[in-house]
Nanobody, 123 residues
Framework: VQLVESGGGLVQAGGSLGLSCEAS????????MAWFRQAPGKERELVAA???????YYSDSVKDRFTISRDGRETTLYLQMSRVKPEDTAMYYC??????????????????WGKGTPVTVSS
């Protein structure tokens, strides 16, 4: 499975930005998909995800501001970011798992990763 992110860039605080992640290869093997981010000098953190059972998860830091969605074939994952803040600045990674996964498993339960797309929020 290959994951390719797109849509990152520079946005002003309070604005909006949309990210996409296209999955290819044996996509029938994956169901849980997620967005992680890593800011300079910080650990990678889970931002939003679809768990194996289809439930959406959001971290407290992005709840009510970000929306995760995917297309009907479940091969393209989206992250709509609104009311962005400077602390949202990070490299954003798409991830997927071929196993049962829920948010408590974090990055350790993910099997496939994209190379990331950068998001910079100016104040």
């Amino acid at each position: 499975v290959q994951l390719v992110e797109s849509g990152g860039g520079l946005v002003q605080a309070g604005g909006s930005l949309g990210l996409s992640c296209e999955a290819s290869g044996d996509t029938f093997t994956i169901r849980p998909m997620a967005w992680f981010r890593q800011a300079p000098g910080k650990e990678r953190e889970l931002v939003a995800a679809f768990e194996t059972a289809g439930r959406r998860y959001y971290s407290d830091s992005v709840k009510d501001r970000f929306t995760i969605s995917r297309d009907g074939r479940e091969t393209t994952l989206y992250l709509q970011m609104s009311r962005v803040k400077p602390e949202d600045t990070a490299m954003y990674y798409c991830a997927a798992s071929g196993r049962l996964w829920n948010f408590k498993m974090g990055s350790g339960g993910m099997d496939y990763w994209g190379k990331g797309t950068p998001v910079t929020v100016s104040s």
